[in-house]
């Protein structure tokens, strides 16, 4: 997981990948998937407009260990576990208007208030055509992918894809 953004074998999703119930958003280049969603249909890049997640959980490192500690304390002190993980929305606008979906945080805790705001400028790149998805999954492989980057590693990782060029 890198900002918003899962990766698996099969390509990336925003947020968690959606499961065999579950409801998610399949990134591809060429373009968005809703899955587990019955009237939703892909969204090709050429119709999308703006792509932004409004309410991802983002915390600053303090609020993230905090959050961290009294989940532990409570699993401790037999009073339940952490959260299963947070629901979010992906807002799509669009030629035809305006779609939500239903997606899971794929962030244990939160994200990081600055991997919000690289992701939705990494998503803004996807909606105007100067970068692909692939682009994602591509990276992260020649990189060596680690299955649980520092959140300074995850907003190095997606500061040097903002800094690629647009494609031709």
Avoid: I
């Amino acid at each position: 997981m890198v900002g918003l953004f899962w990766f698996d074998r099969n390509g990336c999703w925003l947020g968690a990948p959606a499961g065999e119930e579950g409801t998610g958003v399949r990134l591809t280049d060429e373009g968005l998937t809703p899955v587990g969603t019955a009237a939703a249909g892909p969204l090709s890049w050429s119709v999308t407009e703006r792509v932004t997640v409004p309410d991802a959980p983002a915390r600053s490192g303090f609020q993230r260990r905090l959050r961290t500690a009294v989940d532990l304390a409570t699993t401790m002190a037999g009073f339940g576990g952490p959260d299963t993980g947070h629901g979010m929305t992906v807002c799509v606008t669009h030629a035809g208007g305006e779609s939500e979906y239903a997606v899971h945080s794929a962030a244990a805790v939160a994200y990081t208030e600055r991997e919000v705001e690289l992701s939705h400028r990494l998503l803004a790149r996807f909606v105007s055509g100067e970068l692909r998805p692939n682009v994602l999954t591509e990276r992260w492989r020649s990189a060596g992918a680690r299955s649980g980057p520092k959140p300074q590693e995850r907003e190095a990782f997606l500061e040097r894809l903002l800094a690629l060029p647009a494609r031709p």
